[in-house]
């Protein structure tokens, strides 16, 4: 069975802190590893990854991929309070499904 | 706004009670995902259909049915409700190219709750 484990599961910074989450995984037949930021209701999509090595990046938010460690990350730098969220992993795997983490919840205190 | 419409926002229901969730993917998409979304549990993986037929299935329970209309949008029948189905139902559609490269795009989602 396909198994996403996040970590850590709670984090909390200041301001202007920079925070690496994590995420590893086991799938059968991988295909892609995506992030999302989930404030109060839907997952907002924020990468998607298939390639090892190739870093994404959008503003302060960065994330690459190691397919043969099986794991990714995703860096924040010069964290906001508008930051604060759960930030969660999936990977597509066999058929098609998206097995999500339980996700990360980083909470950016001012 | 991702371009997926959920309907209703929220549902309260008695226990034993049977419920429609719906679903509308995104233009041109033609795969939609359903997961159920609790405090403990994360986001769980229901059902996948793409293109009207069903494509991938996870920890749906019996009482649970999900079907996808030639129209493409999706509906998840919830049946013999119980207190522990309250939770967060999304609806995730994404169009599948190259195989599956699955950027799935979420909608706001049902929040359901059994009294």
């Known amino acids: 069975e396909d198994k996403v484990v996040q970590s850590p599961l709670s984090l909390v910074v200041h301001e202007g802190d920079t925070v690496t989450l994590n995420c590893s995984y086991e799938?059968?037949?991988?295909?892609?590893l995506l992030w999302y930021k989930q404030e109060k209701k839907a997952p907002t999509f924020l990468f998607m990854l298939?390639?090892?090595?190739i870093e994404k990046k959008s503003g302060r938010l960065s994330s690459i991929l190691d397919k043969k460690e099986l794991f990714s990350i995703l860096n924040i730098t010069a964290t906001q309070t508008g930051d604060s969220a759960i930030y969660l992993c999936a990977v597509g795997g066999s058929n098609y499904k998206l097995t999500f983490g339980k996700g990360t919840l980083l909470t950016v205190n001012p | 706004d991702s371009g997926v419409t959920q309907t209703p926002k929220h549902l309260i229901t008695a226990t034993g009670q049977r419920v429609t969730l719906r679903c509308s993917p995104r233009s041109g998409d033609l795969s939609v995902y359903w997961y159920q979304q609790s405090l403990d549990q994360g986001l769980q993986f229901l059902i996948q259909?793409?293109?009207?037929?069903?494509?991938a299935k996870g920890n749906i329970l019996e009482r649970f049915s999900a079907q996808q209309f030639p129209d493409l949008h999706s509906e998840l029948n919830l049946s013999s409700l119980e207190l522990g189905d309250s939770a967060l139902y999304f609806c995730?559609?994404?169009?599948?190219?190259?195989?599956?490269?699955?950027?799935?795009?979420f909608g706001q989602g049902t929040r359901l709750t059994v009294v």
């Open positions: 259909y793409y293109n009207g037929e069903e494509r």
């Open positions: 298939t390639s090892s090595g």
């Open positions: 799938v059968t037949n991988f295909r892609s």
């Open positions: 995730a559609s994404s169009v599948e190219r190259d195989r599956g490269n699955t950027e799935a795009f």
